[in-house]
């Protein structure tokens, strides 16, 4: 059986572009697989190091990847503070990675844009971070979206430079999971290219976001005034609505549309109804058991102990492996 793993920064709920990045798979794979699912918290210290919220957000992530699917009783979920084992694998790692490569990741770059007064080394040791989360459990898969299969390439190039260096085969190189489909970017409401929690909360919308705010987010998303040539090509405001009705909608709907903006018919008003009315078709399910999940704290505490407990006996193992690998001996 193949070990799948992954995790999510607890920046806020869970979005529709979590889902289809990551989560939409859960039920598939926690049959087939040994699964490990986790809250990124130390990860999300490196663009939100203010915890008042992260306490709350931890719990709501929770909730949302066990309404979404996820089975505390096929999966591992833990919570990556939980198992400070990763830090040490963390250290070891880093002493194979180069100041230079973390330099030119591009998510670094962006944080070094987007937070010029915040530029710490967790977020130039960012991938180390990552890529220790999945080495850890030894991970064959990883589901990602589009966004993180620079960091999945550094974690098999982190993985590849250990086994070499100490003539091993260790290692695992692991493999973005995504059922041989292409890797997705659902965009943001906001006219941006991605769906983000931590960038903009504007540009998401939540699992847990009851129907009457999925209208209002949905009618007040960026479109532009419509098009005035035939098959015009469309601006990425426009584009971005197309692409979240090519995730929730029927393919039929879907072309519907499509061939009124061809035809310069369209009307944004009756898209974007039709595309909220489909977001709710969608997360309902996930929204009532969220609903449901949210008071039951005792349950949730529980899995969180026990992932953390199966998780770290696993971890040991692995910290135990490397430290013998590298010669780390006991006085
Ligand atoms: P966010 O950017 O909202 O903080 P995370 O960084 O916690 O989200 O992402 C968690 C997982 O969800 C990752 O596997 C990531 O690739 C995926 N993901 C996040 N946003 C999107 C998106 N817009 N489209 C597809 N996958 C996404
Ligand atoms: N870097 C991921 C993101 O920003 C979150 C993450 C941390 C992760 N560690 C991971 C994802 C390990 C998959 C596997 O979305």
Redesign the pocket.
């Known amino acids: 059986m193949d070990t799948v793993l ?4 607890p ?2 709920y869970l ?4 889902y ?3 989560l939409k798979n859960f039920i598939r794979m926690q049959e087939e697989n040994n699964c490990y699912f986790f809250i ?1 918290d130390y990860h999300s210290l490196t663009t939100h190091p203010d915890t008042k919220a992260l306490h709350n957000h931890i719990k709501n992530v929770l909730i949302d990847y066990i309404a979404a699917g996820l089975d505390p009783e096929k999966a591992v979920i833990y919570v990556q503070s939980d198992v400070p084992e990763v830090c040490e694998l963390n250290l070891l790692l880093s002493m194979h990675v180069y100041v230079g490569e973390l330099q030119r990741v591009s998510s670094f770059k962006e944080k070094v844009r987007k937070q010029p007064d915040n530029v710490n080394a967790g977020l130039l040791g960012y991938p180390i971070l990552m890529a220790s989360d999945i080495l850890l459990h030894r991970a064959d898969k990883v ?6 299969e620079q960091h999945l390439e550094m974690t098999r190039d982190f993985a590849q430079r250990f086994n070499s260096f100490y003539n091993v085969d260790y290692f695992k190189l692991p493999l973005a999971y995504n059922f041989g489909e292409q ?6 409401l906001d006219g941006s290219t ?6 903009n909360e504007n540009s ?1 919308i939540f699992l847990s976001d009851a129907p009457e705010l999925i209208r209002k987010k949905v009618m007040k998303a960026v479109s532009d005034s419509g098009p005035t040539v035939p098959n015009q090509e469309k601006p990425q405001s426009v584009e971005n609505l197309f692409s979240l009705m090519q995730a929730v909608s029927t393919p039929d709907t879907l072309a519907f549309f499509e061939n009124q903006y061809a035809q310069c018919q369209i009307r944004y008003g009756d898209m974007k109804k039709q595309l909220a009315e489909d977001i709710i078709n969608f997360t309902a399910p996930i929204y009532e058991k969220i609903k449901f999940l949210q008071n039951d704290h005792d349950y949730l505490s529980k899995i969180a102990k026990t992932g953390a407990e199966k998780a770290r006996e696993n971890a040991q193992k692995t910290i135990k492996d490397v430290r013998e690998i590298i010669g780390l001996k006991h006085l």
């Open positions: 992954s995790g999510i920064r920046t806020g979005h529709l572009g979590n289809f990045g990551a990124a589901p990602v979206g589009k966004d993180q890797l997705v970017k659902i965009p943001g991605k769906m983000s929690k931590s960038d998401c």
